[in-house]
């Protein structure tokens, strides 16, 4: 029988699913073609649940297992990425409701029950929030630990075997000869979950099928298939959504919600909406980003808007860069560079962590490693490999600005428009792109990512690898340093502190939006300790975290 649900259980969860899904992030992230083959599935579901982990209430809090992932459900649904990242984030809610106000056993429930009606309500959550589920996803995966523990089975187990039929219902993932991608991560958390309640659990679920699966062994309906023409017999295109349109919702009338999802659903596809008690998430594909936000206006107040362009076949403005610039180095000459599109705009970001990468990939641009961009051929590399004719680059860094521009000039030399966005930060670089509009005149977009870049104040928490003299003192090897605007300010022994101290004097000239940027050493509770100030001490400031990743510093910090 399984240990009780109760809330260190949830610690263990959080912590091996965190880990577990950051192995799996790059293969999830592979592995997606469906709904749409942009590349991030395993970056959405990284980021949310890293959301809903750094809500989990402290250890000595006198909060239920109930409350606890209520909390937890409640930030993934603040910070839920993609259509991965929204459903998971209903499905945590879903299983917050189900394990109700007692969880930690004191009801009389066994743990297995309890168990049972988390799964099974967070299930229902998950379907109830898309507008058309399909199955052959990671709600199939969801239906089936839930069915398996209410019959007494293992989830992990059910999780796996419904992981590895994905293919055989959606022709998609059988073309590709792979499982699906959100379901494999949703496979990955419930066998972390299995194990945090003490249960052995599977082996590693497989990303790739069986040889010899695909589309004649698993004959199932095209999903891709044109509609079939009118009766008429006028031609029917087939419908291509090039935004994916994300805002969190203000409502208190649950009809408007009703409303907002009847109004979305014929604009476009994969919509989810998800949340209750006033805030709601909403995410869909459209064609046209402008009436969908549109839509939420008509229902309440909505913030927090990202629209990101969604690749499509002979878009070189994400995979482009990829395939041609590989671990940050130039192509084999012989190897032959994309050639330019006329009309084509794509983004090349220069970065220091795999999280950054995956952040502005999601926003449609290319990347380069900050360790490779100090080679000007590297630079002009990526630039080219855009097969765009337009690109503006984002160097992130003062000292990267001189190659960046002789890189610029290498590019024009080649027949390329290419414009450098004075960066000094990543979180310059993510405010840019933040306003890039592909389809505005190349001058006024430049301008606009410059303004953009420029009215971002950036600071950074890092840790002295010696003694030195810097501009707030002497320094010891250990110590903490707390830069603003490239220079150091404070000089402590914690983190947190630190930190702290740097973000209210970066609010001090005022802000609307911090941005923290996690670095791989960043101590835990981070985050959520800076969260707590802005929101008890800048009430008007809304706060954004993601996972950088980057080993050069523990916390990247931006105010717009």
Known sequence: MPLPLDTAALGRWCALGRESLRAHCARMDAINVFPVADGD???NLCLT????????????????????LRAMARAALLGARGNS??????YLRGM????????????GDKPSE???RA???????????VAHPVEGTMLTVAAAAAEAAEAGGDPAVAAHEALAATPGRLAALARAGVVDAGGLGLTVLLTSLWAALGERVPEEPPAETAAGAGPAACPVPDAATPAAPPADGSPQAPFRPEFEVMYLLETDDPQAVGTLRARLDPLGDSLVIGGGDGLWSVHVHVADAGAAVEAGLAAGRPYRIRITHLPT?????????EEAVQG????DAAEPMPEPVAGRRAVVAVVPGEGLAALCRQAGAGVLPAEAAAQQEALVAAVRATGATEVALLPNETELHPVAARAADAARAAGIRCAVIPTRAAVQGLAALAVHQPDRRFDEDVVTMTSAAGATRYGEVTVAERQSWTTAGVCQAGDVLGLVEGDVALIGTETVQVATDVLARMLAAGGELVTLVLGAEAPEGLAAALEHYVRTSHLAVDTVVYEGRQQEAQLLIGVE
């Open 114 to 116: 309890s168990l049972s």
């Open 85 to 90: 990242g929204t459903i998971l984030a209903e």
């Open 313 to 321: 076949a002979g878009d070189g403005t994400k995979d482009g860069a």
């Open 119 to 129: 799964l099974r309500c967070g299930a229902s959550a998950a379907y109830a929030a």
């Open 96 to 107: 917050a409701q189900g394990l109700a106000e007692d969880s930690d056993g004191s009801s």
């Open 328 to 331: 940050g180095v130039p192509c």
């Open 41 to 43: 599935t395993g970056t």
């Open 49 to 68: 649940f890293e959301a809903a982990v750094a809500a989990l209430p402290a250890r000595d809090a006198e909060a239920s297992a109930g409350d606890a």
